[in-house]
């Protein structure tokens, strides 16, 4: 079982930053695959970028592609988003997920992660 906590949400001007952590508890965090999602206002969670479970293999939906980045630190179990040049709309909720690697590709849809966190709300004003 893992729990996961994001921070690092907040209000910010189009073209600024944000940088979100996720930090989890539990054993297997080094072993799972963990992903950002998002949720604006009246639409569907979407992916927005994943890394496998060494850091090696990463991929991004291509709205945020060359924007943000994403990153591991397994010695402190935390997974984070660098937000660069950021959007009004790139606002929503951020979620942390994650999922045990397999043997499989990387995941990019909601149902296949089986730990989320509470989200962070990500503000971006034009």
């Known amino acids: 079982q893992v729990q996961l906590v994001e921070s690092g949400g907040g209000l910010v001007q189009a073209g600024g930053s944000l940088r979100l952590s996720c930090a989890a508890s539990?054993?297997?965090?080094?072993?799972?695959?963990m992903g950002w999602f998002r949720q604006a206002p009246g639409k569907e969670r979407e992916f927005v970028a994943v890394?496998?479970?060494?850091?090696?293999?990463?991929y991004y939906t291509d709205s945020v592609k060359g924007r943000f980045t994403i990153s591991r630190d397994n010695a402190k179990s935390t997974v984070y988003l660098q937000m660069n040049s950021l959007k009004p709309e790139d606002t929503a909720v951020y979620y942390c997920?994650?999922?045990?690697?397999?043997?499989?590709?990387?995941?990019?849809?909601?149902?296949?992660?089986?730990?989320w966190g509470q989200g962070t709300q990500v503000t971006v004003s034009s």
């Open positions: 539990g054993r297997t965090f080094s072993r799972c695959d």
């Open positions: 997920a994650g999922v045990r690697s397999g043997l499989g590709p990387l995941r990019f849809r909601p149902h296949e992660y089986e730990y």
């Open positions: 890394i496998n479970w060494s850091g090696r293999s990463t």
